[in-house]
């Protein structure tokens, strides 16, 4: 079962405690909730990446922005 340590600063004395059952729960949903938040930042990334490629495409081919692209360009 997974632990937590309780350090009194007091004293510098260390403690070992079993989660439990809600700390458990607690402990999943924010690591669901943080894996969730890292996939949607690197897909806006990507996305990002993608959009200035495009751009930068367009500059060279000639052909005209659209305006998110040129947005991005200026950011």
């Known amino acids: 079962m997974p ?3 309780v350090v009194n600063c007091e004293t510098g004395e260390q403690t070992e405690i079993e989660l439990t059952a ?3 729960a607690q402990r999943e949903a924010d690591a669901a909730a943080y894996a ?3 996939a949607a930042r690197e897909e806006a990334e990507a996305a990002r990446a993608a959009l200035k490629a495009s751009a930068r495409a367009k500059l060279v081919a000639g052909t005209p922005l659209t305006e998110e692209e040129a947005a991005v360009l200026v950011l």
């Open 3 to 5: 632990t937590k340590l």
């Open 22 to 24: 809600e700390e458990i």
């Open 36 to 38: 969730a938040e890292v």
